[in-house]
């Protein structure tokens, strides 16, 4: 399953989805969101072709599987 698109907020683009990351950081602000088999949080990174913005943002567990 894909994900939404993500548009960059600056520019109104749609960014490029580039890969996915785990954050180990994530148990310090919300340990509820925390993977217990990854240990972090699965994150998307995308940039943007017009400005060169780059934003991440969490994976939802339904696009995981």
Avoid: W
Avoid at 4 to 12: L, V
Avoid at 14 to 40: C, F, P, Q, W
Wanted: glycine share 6%; with cysteine; charged share 30%.
């Amino acid at each position: 399953m894909e994900s939404k698109k993500m548009i960059c907020p600056d520019c109104g683009v749609e960014m490029n989805h580039h890969a996915e990351k785990i954050d180990y950081t994530a148990s310090r602000t919300d340990e509820s969101a925390v993977d217990s088999d990854l240990g972090g949080v699965l994150q998307e990174v995308h940039s943007c072709p017009e400005c060169g913005q780059t934003l991440m943002r969490p994976k939802s567990f339904r696009d995981k599987r």
